[in-house]
């Protein structure tokens, strides 16, 4: 089975400071996806990735960036973390475009 | 404008009860997806389709691709199966998802 494994389970920081999200998939997947959830508003894309340093911008880019070193390896980065910034942070990974998602345990971040 | 609806939002169900959750979309796919949610965060996908129905144990999936609508049954269900219950469509470039079903089943 596909592992898809995110650095913290819960994460504290406060205003301002730089903050970065590790993801680690196990299957040779192509694609990464970064999602942030808040209730009401379900999934929304941040960045994805279909290739080794290779980046796009999803829906809700803003204050946010990767990086895609290596294959398996997808990190989000706040480089100035807001309080607006507080969610749930949810990497996922994919075969192909059109294949089904595998997800992390997510990442619970609060933003003081 | 959502590009995936569901409904309801919540469903509070006696254990044994028969669970139907609905997820209508309003863009072409090539897939549908069904994603299950435990309190904690990790998410599973339970079902991809493209047609028809697909059955695995006490869970069933349907699509109508002509009326662009899915449904999600839940037969017996069962205190475990409390969970979110996320459609999302997949347009052959991007996904789209709805916003969730939360389920609870009293035992």
């Known amino acids: 089975d596909v592992k898809v494994t995110q650095s913290s389970r819960y994460l504290v920081k406060r205003t301002g400071e730089k903050v970065f999200l590790e993801c680690v998939q196990d299957m040779d997947h192509e694609n990464m996806f970064w999602y942030r959830q808040d209730p009401g508003l379900g999934l929304r894309l941040i960045y994805f990735?279909?290739?080794?340093?290779?980046?796009e911008k999803g829906d809700i880019p803003e204050g946010y960036s990767v990086s895609r070193e290596k294959k398996e390896r997808f990190s989000l980065i706040l480089e100035s973390a807001s309080t607006n910034q507080t969610s749930m942070y949810l990497c996922?990974?994919?075969?192909?475009?059109?294949?089904?998602?595998?997800f992390g345990s997510g990442t619970q971040l609060s933003v003081l | 404008k959502n590009e995936v609806e569901q409904s309801p939002q919540n469903l509070t169900a006696q254990e044994g009860e028969f669970i139907t959750i609905n997820c209508s979309y309003s863009?072409?796919?090539?897939?549908l997806h069904w994603l299950q949610q435990h309190p904690g965060g990790g998410i599973v996908s339970l079902f991809m389709?493209?047609?028809g129905k697909k059955k695995h144990g006490r869970l069933i999936a349907t699509i109508n691709i002509q009326e662009k609508h899915s449904s999600l049954h839940i037969t017996a269900s069962h205190p475990r199966d409390s969970a979110v219950y996320i459609c999302?469509?997949?347009?052959?470039?991007?996904?789209?998802f709805g916003t969730g079903t939360s389920l609870t089943v009293i035992p």
């Open positions: 389709l493209s047609s």
């Open positions: 996922a990974s994919s075969l192909a475009r059109d294949e089904k998602l595998f």
């Open positions: 863009v072409g796919i090539s897939a």
């Open positions: 999302a469509v997949n347009t052959g470039n991007q996904f789209y």
């Open positions: 990735s279909y290739d080794v340093k290779m980046k």
